[in-house]
């Protein structure tokens, strides 16, 4: 299957929200997700799983956690990250094939990785 998605959880405050881009970015943004939609959700989530995956809420910031409560979306069990670029993500929560857009991250803060080789 491929990817789909919805937009109705967008969310356009701070932390992270979409509100702060400017048409050129989410023009970019938007040609990033057209990119993946010609992919299947096994080549996005499987064999390029180093980049796009699950994440298990426990592993949120502190901010994002508060702001799924908040939501009422507090036993979603994980929330799956797409990589656009070096640090820049989009989150959002996945149902069968379709990924319901929540945060536009473009600093790698919602999840940090930890810094290798320390």
Same mark, same amino acid.
């Given at each position: 299957?491929?990817?789909?998605?919805?937009?109705?959880?967008?969310?356009?405050?701070?932390?992270?929200?979409?509100?702060?881009?400017?048409?050129?970015?989410?023009?970019?943004?938007?040609?990033?997700?057209?990119?993946?939609?010609?992919?299947? %959700? /096994?080549?996005?989530?499987?064999?390029?799983?180093?980049?796009? #995956?699950?994440?298990?809420? @426990?592993? &949120?910031?502190p901010e994002?956690?508060?702001?799924?409560?908040?939501?009422?979306?507090?036993?979603?069990?994980?929330?799956?990250?797409?990589?656009?670029?070096?640090?820049?993500?989009?989150?959002?929560?996945?149902? %069968? /094939?379709?990924l319901n857009?929540?945060?536009?991250?473009?600093? #790698?803060?919602?999840?940090? @990785?930890? &810094?290798?080789?320390?």
């Open positions: 299957m491929k990817p789909a998605w919805r937009i109705n959880m967008l969310e356009l405050c701070d932390p992270f929200g979409w509100h702060v881009l400017d048409e050129a970015k989410l023009r970019e943004i938007r040609q990033k997700l057209a990119h993946f939609e010609s992919m299947t %959700l /096994n080549e996005i989530f499987v064999v390029n799983r180093a980049n796009n #995956h699950p994440v298990k809420l @426990a592993d &949120l910031c994002a956690r508060e702001r799924l409560w908040k939501l009422n979306l507090e036993d979603t069990e994980v929330i799956h990250s797409l990589r656009l670029s070096g640090t820049e993500r989009v989150w959002g929560i996945r149902e %069968l /094939n379709v857009l929540l945060w536009w991250d473009p600093d #790698h803060l919602i999840c940090p @990785a930890p &810094l290798k080789n320390t």
